[in-house]
């Protein structure tokens, strides 16, 4: 029985080896994604100022860093599928505090919006995953890597509204941060 469940997380491990080695791009783009360099990921020089809608960007907290690109890349990941209605808001920031510029910006935002938007918490919904890969992405510029995750959506109480657990890819980057490593850039594939 055991080997049954075995046989496909080997496939799973293949087909996101693949995904990382091969370039695969998303044939509906009309061109090769790209992620923004580290030197696009920086604070505005007057944080907070920049017009309506800007978030100031500030530095992550020494314990947001982690020890290496990927380290940062799969904590990231493991925060971004795994939360519930109550937990999304603070999970948002938590991302944030672990990032830095458009990825730091784009968490914020999205916890910004949580707490005015009651639909997940009405629906009661829920996310659950794990990370299946973090690896350096082939055909891509240095410092790029994909992200794979296995995650499960549930609404309210019933098992029997679950979806189905899926893939998702993301195209990621990672830089240096004083004594460590933060997300610099995350680009959801799927």
Not at 127 to 153: C, E, K
């Amino acid at each position: 029985m055991r080997t049954h469940r075995l046989i496909p997380l080997s496939l799973l491990a293949l087909l996101a080896a693949g995904v990382a080695g091969c370039g695969v791009a998303n044939p509906y783009a009309k061109s090769t994604p790209t992620l923004p360099s580290a030197t696009t990921a920086t604070s505005p020089a007057n944080p907070g100022e920049g017009g309506p809608g800007t978030v100031p960007v500030a530095e992550p907290p020494a314990s947001a860093l982690a020890a290496s690109p990927t380290a940062a890349l799969a904590a990231f990941a493991r925060g971004s599928v795994n939360w519930s209605w109550r937990t999304l808001a603070a999970t948002d920031r938590a991302l944030a505090a672990m990032s830095v510029g458009a990825a730091r910006q784009r968490e914020l935002q999205a916890a910004a919006q949580v707490a005015v938007d009651d639909t997940l918490q009405r629906a009661r919904t829920t996310s659950s995953g794990t990370v299946v890969a973090v690896a350096p992405a082939r055909g891509a510029p240095a410092g790029t890597y994909v992200v794979v995750t296995r995650q499960q959506l549930g609404v309210g109480s019933s098992d029997a509204l679950a979806t189905a657990p899926a893939l998702h890819v993301a195209l990621a980057r990672a830089m240096r941060q004083g004594d460590g490593w933060v997300v610099s850039a995350w680009q959801p594939q799927t």
